[in-house]
C-alpha cells in the first residue's frame, strides 16, 4: 500500500499551498532519503532541500510517513495561503487561479 499511495486531486483548488518542512539530522541520513522519496511519490514538488510543497491536501499522509519512519519530532506541515511569485508552481501543477 506504502508504494501506490498517492494524493487525490480535488476538483477545484482551494487555493492553498501545504508546504512540508524538515530538519532530519545526519545521523538519520537513509530516513531522510526514503522520506523525501515518498514526498516526490506522492507528488510533492522539491521548492528547497528540505522544503516540500503541493496544492493538495495532504496531512494525513505526511502524518503517516512522519510517524512511520519515526521523524515527527523533525517535520512540519503548513498550510499557506500564499507563496511568493508561485506562477511556477500553478504551471507545475496545472493550477488556473
Not at 545521523?27 to 528540505?50: A, I, N, P, T, W
Not at 519530532?73 to 507563496?83: G, H, K, N
Request: charged letters at 30%; hydrophobic letters at 40%.
Amino acid at each position: 500500500q506504502l508504494e501506490e499511495m498517492r494524493l487525490i486531486k480535488p476538483k477545484k483548488w482551494d487555493k492553498k499551498w501545504r508546504e512540508v518542512i524538515f530538519d532530519v539530522p545526519e545521523k538519520y541520513k537513509h530516513l531522510r532519503d526514503v522520506f523525501r522519496m515518498r514526498l516526490v511519490q506522492l507528488g510533492l514538488y522539491q521548492l528547497q532541500e528540505s522544503v516540500y510543497v503541493s496544492p493538495y491536501p495532504c496531512f494525513n499522509e505526511i502524518e503517516f510517513l512522519r510517524e512511520l519512519y519515526g521523524i515527527a519530532f523533525t517535520v512540519q506541515y503548513l498550510l499557506v495561503e500564499r507563496i511568493e511569485d508561485d506562477t511556477f508552481l500553478r504551471t507545475h501543477f496545472e493550477i488556473s487561479t
